[in-house]
């Protein structure tokens, strides 16, 4: 059984900065991909930045230049460094994790946490 725990969501000015983190625990052979995803009210989830086993990155036009992925892989943690918020950033972060089994590889998610920037 593998849970991923997410921390870090909160409410921030516009300007500022906050950062996720998600740790995934229980039975994890390997990680593939991690990244984080958002849903705002009324809105479909949404891919925000992604970071492969290699390390490469890809990140959302509307956060490039401003949120920065990485990951440690030792500790089953992939982490989100948001700066200079903007309003519409507000949504629901979700981490999502592709975790390696012996035959097969799962999606696994995040239980989501609330970010609000206010104007």
């Known amino acids: 059984q593998v849970q991923l725990a997410e921390f870090g969501g909160g409410l921030v000015q516009a300007g500022g900065s906050l950062r996720l983190s998600c740790t995934a625990s229980?039975?994890?052979?390997?990680?593939?991909?991690m990244g984080w995803y958002r849903q705002a009210p009324g809105k479909q989830r949404e891919s925000v930045a992604f970071v492969s086993t290699g390390g490469n990155t890809n990140y959302a036009d509307s956060v490039k230049g401003r949120f920065t992925i990485s990951r440690d892989n030792a500790k089953n943690t992939v982490y989100l460094q948001m700066n200079s918020l903007k309003p519409e950033d507000t949504a629901v972060y979700y981490c999502?994790?592709?975790?390696?089994?012996?035959?097969?590889?799962?999606?696994?998610w995040g239980q989501g946490t609330q970010v609000t920037v206010s104007s």
């Open positions: 229980g039975s994890v052979f390997s990680i593939d991909a």
């Open positions: 999502n994790f592709q975790i390696r089994f012996i035959t097969t590889i799962k999606n696994y």
